[in-house]
């Protein structure tokens, strides 16, 4: 396994953990894995606390997998937390993605930004949207609820007016605001097959808060 992403209750307000829970750690195996029929690698989350990390001493350094698909296996890197009010890409009623649309188009004509940087973000996330390059397929709990989207992560990670302003350093951006070398590189720099995402659901009507994934590109 691999670590993905470790986020901290106190950085990210919004994010509901478990009781007793102030950590969410995501780890894969960095292969592509052909069961649940995503052929994605298989996110595992753990919730865990900084007491309890705290007790435990740190590896010098990350372990590599013996075997992995380069294009699932992060550079180390931080995330820099930035609330934001999204529409979805593809999740809206009818009507309101009618109304939308022609707001959209309206906006690409006047000022040349798209929906993808207006409207709906397809950067890795939590909450909000699943962040689909095709169509929706939301996992059903076996319970019978559909799932909530938790998180988001994804290749497309250094565009447009999503970016953190603290991330405004990588050239090629479109929002570069600085040069500061030391920064430039601080992307997780994976490919996830053609510009994919994989998408982590959970559902929180059962108390073991079971999760299930999609993968799209
Ligand atoms: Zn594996
Ligand atoms: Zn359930």
Request: with cysteine; net charge negative; proline share 11%.
């Amino acid at each position: 396994m691999v670590p993905v992403l470790q986020l901290i209750a106190r950085d990210v307000p919004a994010l509901v953990f478990p009781d007793g829970a102030d950590v969410l750690q995501v780890l894969w195996c960095p292969l592509i894995h052909s069961e649940y029929d995503q052929h994605s690698p298989v996110p595992v989350l753990r919730w865990r606390s900084v007491a309890d990390l705290a007790d435990r001493p740190l590896l010098d350094e990350t372990p590599r997998p013996d075997e992995f698909d380069d294009e699932y296996v992060p550079q180390p890197c931080v995330v820099h937390p930035t609330e934001t009010v999204e529409y979805p890409g593809w999740d809206m009623p009818a009507e309101l993605s009618e109304r939308v649309g022609e707001r959209s188009e309206e906006m690409e004509k006047s000022c040349g930004i798209s929906y993808y940087d207006a409207f709906t973000t397809r950067q890795s996330k939590v909450g909000g949207y699943p962040g689909w390059t095709q169509p929706p397929n939301w996992p059903r709990c076996s319970c019978g609820s559909r799932m909530e989207h938790l998180l988001t992560i994804s290749a497309s990670e250094s565009c447009g007016r999503w970016l953190p302003v603290e991330e405004r350093t990588r050239p090629g951006c479109g929002w570069e605001t600085s040069d500061d070398p030391e920064r430039q590189q601080d992307s997780h720099e994976m490919t996830m097959g053609d510009c994919g995402g994989v998408y982590v659901f959970v559902c929180r009507s059962c108390p073991t808060w079971p999760t299930a994934h999609r993968y799209d590109c």
